[in-house]
């Protein structure tokens, strides 16, 4: 059983930068895609951004294009969301996913994801 942890998550002004880790509990992630998700209070859940098993393809939602990043490092079995230019409208839990396959821009829909962390807190606020 495949376990996620994330982290990273705090209070930061708009305009600042954070960077979120989501990190595996054994060398089986290296064959998954990752995704991130994030929900709002009073919202759906959103797809943020997605990267391959490979770290070669990824997708981002229209929102963060830009200001988010995702990478992984498979060596130290992570995957990370770099956030800058943040926006107040950023502040989400915000949880990674795995799934078995490269679903390309439909990475983004959280219904193929079979394993997810608990979340870590991002709020953006002056």
């Known amino acids: 059983q495949l376990q996620l942890v994330e982290s990273g998550g705090g209070l930061v002004h708009p305009g600042g930068s954070l960077r979120l880790s989501c990190a595996a509990s054994?060398?089986?992630?290296?064959?998954?895609?990752i995704g991130w998700f994030r929900r709002a209070p009073g919202k759906a859940r959103e797809g943020v951004s997605a990267?391959?098993?490979?770290?070669?393809?990824?997708v981002y939602a229209d929102s963060v294009k830009g200001r988010f990043t995702i990478s992984r490092d498979n060596a130290k079995n992570t995957v990370y969301l770099h956030l800058n230019s943040l926006k107040p409208e950023d502040t989400a839990i915000y949880c990674c996913?795995?799934?078995?396959?490269?679903?390309?821009?439909?990475?983004?829909?959280?219904?193929?994801?079979?394993?997810w962390g608990q979340g870590t807190q991002v709020t953006v606020s002056s």
């Open positions: 990267v391959n098993f490979g770290g070669g393809s990824t």
């Open positions: 054994d060398d089986s992630f290296r064959i998954y895609s």
């Open positions: 996913a795995a799934e078995s396959i490269w679903r390309g821009t439909m990475a983004l829909d959280h219904s193929g994801y079979g394993f």
